[in-house]
């Protein structure tokens, strides 16, 4: 029986070193290869080729900006021009934008010049600046072109215009009439620069809630006419536009929008006086206007 005894339970012992060498066997390969794969797969991962981006077509050059002359503020320059344009009959004047598209840096404060300047409610801009984004990843570059009514010299939305509401003033400046105007919107329509909106009666307030502010009490000094906004009253009903601060220009003041332009890439004035500089400026050969194949000769250029 002893010796029976002995012989088994020499048997299971030896199971039993079999199964620990094979399990510690088993436990030195894992750990071995969780130390080995890791290795591995850092050197298969830098031995891979990394996908590069594909080098997109380059930019165009930038024109170089001509330097101004010494000592010259263009600012007092331009307002030297429009003292001399008033001095003028109107019908002799030709009242002219020129935008340096170089300049303009999409800061959109001649757009909030304008707002503020002429009271404007929310849904209308005269002047908003338009954002276009040329190039393909990585080379991506934006460029802004600001753009007010155009003061065309063959206006497309003064024919439509039923009522005779919108006309063409003898210095160029295509003006609306708020009292006559009827409020179709065929004008709007007719705009092929999009530079007309209709004063659908909202106030900031409607759109934050509360009560009317004061501000919006404010009387607008379009057409020298001092309008407060009301319920029922022109200019609420009525298609209105960018009029080139006509208040302003007829004092002697330039246009909001020009005084407020932080890179200087705005100009206004008379181009029918070869002093003025508008009428340098039209004279280089990167001056162009929107869309001239549509025959309407805008009065506002830009320098490309």
Request: hydrophobic residues 35%; glycine residues 8%.
């Amino acid at each position: 029986m002893t010796s029976e005894s002995q012989r088994t339970t020499l048997a299971i012992e030896g199971r039993t070193e079999v199964a620990r060498r094979n399990f510690l066997q088993k436990l030195a390969g894992a750990v071995v290869g969780g130390l080995l794969v890791p290795a591995v797969i850092g050197e298969v991962a830098r031995a891979a080729p990394v996908a590069q981006p594909q080098p997109a077509e380059p930019l165009a050059e930038i024109p170089a900006v001509p330097a101004p002359s010494a000592g010259e503020n263009p600012i007092v320059r331009m307002m030297e021009d429009l003292q001399r344009a008033l001095k003028k009959p109107v019908e002799q004047r030709r009242w002219t934008m020129v935008v340096d598209l170089r300049k303009c840096l999409g800061c959109q404060g001649c757009t909030i010049a304008c707002i503020t300047e002429n009271k404007l409610p929310p849904g209308i801009a005269y002047r908003p600046v338009i954002t276009e984004t040329t190039g393909t990843f990585p080379n991506v570059s934006r460029n802004f072109v600001p753009r007010p009514c155009m003061q065309c010299e063959n206006p497309p939305c003064v024919g439509v215009c039923p009522v005779k509401a919108t006309y063409r003033r003898p210095d160029g400046i295509v003006a609306v009439n708020y009292d006559q105007c009827i409020g179709c919107r065929y004008c709007i329509t007719a705009c092929p620069y999009s530079a007309r909106s209709f004063d659908s009666g909202f106030f900031y307030h409607d759109l934050a809630g509360g009560v009317a502010q004061p501000y919006e009490a404010l009387p607008s000094p379009e057409y020298k006419q001092a309008r407060v906004r009301v319920q029922g009253d022109s200019p609420v009903g009525n298609a209105r536009k960018c009029h080139f601060c006509i208040h302003r220009t007829e004092a002697g003041e330039l246009p909001a929008c020009v005084l407020s332009c932080f890179g200087k890439a705005t100009y206004f004035g008379d181009r029918n006086d070869d002093r003025s500089l508008v009428a340098q400026l039209l004279s280089r050969a990167n001056a162009t206007r929107l869309k001239e194949e549509l025959g309407t000769k805008p009065n506002v250029y830009y320098l490309a």
